[in-house]
């Protein structure tokens, strides 16, 4: 890394190198069996650099001879943005706790272990489900050094167990899943059990709701995957800042319920997308989003930021390019009620476990819009059966203006969203005539 | 690769060249470069897999013990991947103009469309977003198979964004080829009707939720075939699932006799074009469905040994960093007979759908997203309505397709993902369809 730094320091007026290796072990069960076991081990090195006041870039996976990245980089600035910041100076991090010893100890009979015991605790539930599993340990350290002495290093640990599970009558196909992960190893599959048998026994008949507008419970996992992607674009800086999110101007204003708070926290002990500097060397933190209805704050790194003239939020990311603004853990605080008074409340109404589809729309403007992979028909306060050939459609800015309740337990989606069920109201169901 | 008590072992060792070029606006945020080097060992002992990927390729021999090693904890079955004659090639791309071309024309070009998009009246901001690479991917099996293949990709995404009264509205127009710079070059006119239709948008209403009968685009219908059917013909999600092959039993009808589908990377110069598969496997041409008879699916070699059908070179991987799964290449429905004309006068009302946002499926329920759509009354073409989402049940919805057009189109642009594996290069194609019966989301 130093060589391809002073290598081109001499070239270019200012030059950051950031360097990712990461080790991880996947563990993989197909149809209820052991099917493979990988290991992957991955290298790559990204040369950002300013001259002429512009940027450069090229990224390198795997070894490539300092001077090749250095021209690589040298090609592009001529054509590259103007950069509006500065390589960050030395500092102190946070310490933010990302690393557990224990992953290095967990061995592949161990994760083999877990996921025959898992496999065989839902199939004692559903004999006939097929399973798919994947326990995954992994490490990954960031490195990052610039011209300007900046310098930040740390290390990841992180693990996942998952499970999607398909159980087939006749031409009906009945999907259930869930995943959990931590920088610690997941090794107590209990939750990741109890969640999935508990979404086999409400499926456990189906039943046809009407084409109409009604009340909607989004569970956690429900909110991840019919809200989350609208959520995620219009609080993004650079989306801000090009007019393309319908939050532009609404800084300090009531857009979402009163009820309705979120933030992004990279600081959390040991959850997976938390770090002591994001991609760029900005000390992480926590940044409101919504306080209590009002948006508070955008996620920004720190060309977004000086564009926009604020400060980064330590958001600067990496998808293979140069850093862009990206969430780290987002949180939805929990409110005060019970998810069985919810359902007791609803005549007749729908509780979405899994959308899919609903972030190929036009998620910009918070449409989504999608079919119920996985959703209960609530039928006067009960819950009656599954629902299918059922579609849900709404606007995030619409759906979440007025929460008719929050419930009072959080859980993690997908390593990174951590939210109670909301209970909406007014959404659009459309459903096959039979 | 010899002397580990392996069933069967392959190494593959990849070099990619990548070119990046992102636009925001008026903002050339991003110009980038990517060379990448690395590689993977993928063993087989009885029937269970190992698999090590790389960055660093010396000690060759290290990884295929360890890829073994993995392989032997699962193995417990005897079991013998599809047999196949040993090949020995070096395949050269068909053209690789993007690598030649330079930056500088390139950034001309996209340019030119951007100032096409931005300079439309109410059009907020825009995303270009472009990409070529060339890569080189060796291969060679414990069988004796050793091939070189040389492969060049460009794809071009152009979104136009408008807004008005914090209403959001965008089009997109996505486009690729294998490695032939003119295919994205000469769209100034679409991009202009692009961003047009972006501004339409912002004061069109939106479909109500309900069961129409829509028509299809070649683009659009294109992604439908791929995701209502093409994902179910993957054997990889059947060989294994006793209950699936007797649904997906061959024979059994599953649309009109004038419905025929087909996936192939033997036809040629097109996107999900190849000489051989990831597994050393020469592509094909496969009909999975002829006169609405399910005829075949798609197979790697250890998907065709499972269910004793033939392998069809459809084994791929995206890059050495995963193994290769049963893949889609090209895939289209075979074009029919009628105008679109014919297809669309006795439709009293209905929606026309153009373009396409995504698509996904969960192999029974599938959704696809329009990025245009219309209104049809009394068998004309009448408003133009917001992007709809469609949404069908594949055991259902095929059987619906009540009348196939005479103008198949291949769609070019971007990508399709499996399994962690994602944007992979395919085509899909379709002449205009109509369908009874398709679940539109609304309000």
């Known amino acids: ?434 | 690769m010899q002397g580990h008590k392996a069933d069967y072992v392959e190494i593959r060792l990849e070099e990619t060249q990548i070119t990046r070029i992102i636009y925001r606006g008026e903002r050339l945020e991003e110009v980038g470069r990517t060379a990448s080097l690395g590689g993977n060992v993928r063993a087989l002992v009885k029937g269970g897999w190992g698999f090590v990927s790389f960055n660093n390729i010396q000690n060759l021999r290290d990884k295929v013990e360890l890829a073994v090693r993995q392989a032997r904890l699962i193995g417990k079955e005897d079991f013998k991947l599809s047999q196949i004659e040993p090949i020995i090639d070096i395949v050269a791309a068909e053209k690789s103009e993007p690598s030649t071309i330079p930056l500088s024309s390139k950034k001309q070009l996209l340019e030119e469309y951007n100032d096409i998009i931005l300079s439309t009246p109410k059009i907020r901001t825009s995303n270009i977003s472009y990409h070529d690479s060339q890569r080189k991917v060796t291969f060679a099996s414990s069988e004796g198979t050793y091939i070189e293949q040389n492969k060049a990709d460009a794809n071009l995404r152009l979104t136009a964004i408008a807004s008005e009264d914090g209403q959001i509205q965008q089009v997109g127009l996505s486009l690729g080829s294998q490695g032939d710079f003119a295919a994205i070059g000469g769209l100034q006119e679409q991009v202009k009707q692009m961003a047009q239709r972006a501004v339409d948008l912002l004061s069109a209403p939106q479909a109500k939720a309900g069961e129409y009968t829509i028509v299809l685009d070649p683009v659009l219908a294109g992604v439908f075939v791929h995701e209502a059917f093409g994902h179910l013909s993957e054997a990889d999600h059947v060989y294994e699932n006793k209950r699936l092959q007797e649904i997906m039993v061959l024979g059994r009808r599953f649309g009109d006799k004038h419905l025929n589908i087909v996936d192939g990377a033997a036809v040629p110069r097109l996107r999900g074009s190849y000489k051989y598969d990831d597994e050393g496997v020469p592509a094909t041409k496969t009909y999975l469905v002829r006169g609405g008879i399910l005829e075949s699916r798609l197979h790697s070699r250890e998907t065709a040994a499972k269910m004793n059908e033939k392998p069809t070179g459809n084994a791929r991987a995206i890059s050495y960093l995963y193994p290769p799964i049963v893949r889609m290449t090209n895939t289209y429905i075979e074009p029919g007979t009628l105008s679109f004309e014919d297809i669309i006068s006795d439709i009293k009302e209905g929606i026309y759908a153009r373009d396409w946002y995504g698509g996904t499926t969960s192999l029974e329920m599938f959704t696809f997203s329009a990025s245009e759509a219309y209104m049809i009354r009394n068998g004309k073409i009448a408003e133009l309505l917001r992007p709809v989402v469609l949404s069908g049940n594949v055991f259902v919805t095929l059987d619906n397709i009540d009348a196939i057009g005479n103008d198949l189109q291949m769609n070019q642009g971007g990508g399709c993902g499996k399994r962690g594996q994602s944007p992979l290069p395919v085509s899909n194609g379709s002449p205009h369809i109509r369908i009874r019966r398709c679940l539109i989301g609304g309000s």
């Open chain 1, 1 to 434: 890394m130093e060589e391809i730094l002073s290598k081109a320091k001499k070239l270019a007026e200012q030059a950051e190198v950031f360097q990712v290796s990461s080790k991880v072990t996947p563990v993989h069960f197909e149809a209820n069996l052991l099917k493979q076991i990988e290991s992957k081990e991955n290298v790559s090195t990204a040369l950002r650099l300013i001259k002429g006041g512009k940027i450069g870039f090229a990224q390198a996976n795997g070894y490539i001879e300092p001077e090749t990245l250095v021209e690589m980089a040298a090609e592009t600035y001529p054509f590259g943005m103007p950069a509006k910041f500065d390589f960050p100076n030395p500092k102190v991090y946070p310490k933010i706790e990302t690393f557990d010893q224990q992953i290095d100890n967990v061995t592949v009979e161990e994760m083999v272990n877990l996921g025959e015991q898992l496999i065989s605790s839902i199939k004692q539930h559903t004999p006939d489900i097929l399973c798919e599993v994947s326990a995954t340990k992994g490490t990954i350290s960031v490195n990052i050094i610039n011209s300007q002495g900046g310098e930040a290093s740390y290390s990841k640990s992180f693990f996942n167990l998952s499970l999607e599970g398909v159980l087939i009558k006749d031409e009906d196909m009945l999907f259930v899943g869930d995943s959990y992960s931590s920088c610690h190893p997941v090794l107590d599959l209990r939750p990741l059990a109890e969640e999935i048998i508990k979404q086999l026994e409400l499926a456990k008949r189906n039943v046809i709701i009407s084409t109409k507008q009604m009340p909607v419970i989004f569970t956690p996992n429900g909110v991840a995957s019919s809200l989350l992607a609208p959520l995620v674009s219009a609080f993004n800086g650079k989306l801000v800042f090009d007019g393309a999110s319908p939050l532009k101007g609404k800084l300090g204003e009531q857009v979402f319920d009163k009820k309705f708070c979120l933030h992004d926290d990279a600081t959390l002990p040991y959850q997976v997308a938390s770090y002591p500097s994001d991609d760029e060397g900005v000390s992480s933190q926590r940044t409101p989003l919504v306080d209590n209805g009002v948006v508070s704050h955008f996620l920004y790194d720190l060309q977004t930021a000086a564009l926009a003239n604020t400060q980064s939020t330590g958001n600067g990311s990496r998808h293979g390019g140069l850093p862009t603004p990206s969430p780290s853990s987002l949180i939805i605080d929990k409110g005060d009620t019970h998810f069985w008074d919810m359902v007791k409340d609803i005549t007749e109404g729908l509780i979405v476990e899994f959308l899919i589809g609903a972030e190929q729309g036009n998620t910009l403007n918070g449409d989504f819009s999608g079919n119920v992979l996985l959703g209960y028909k609530v039928e006067k306060g009960e819950i009656t059966g599954r629902v299918k050939d059922t579609m849900v459609s709404g606007n995030v800015y619409q759906v979440l203006k007025q929460i008719e309740a929050i419930g009072h337990e959080t859980r993690w989606v997908e390593g990174f969203l951590s939210t109670p069920c909301l209970y909406c109201t007014g959404l659009s169901v459309a459903t096959k005539m039979v």
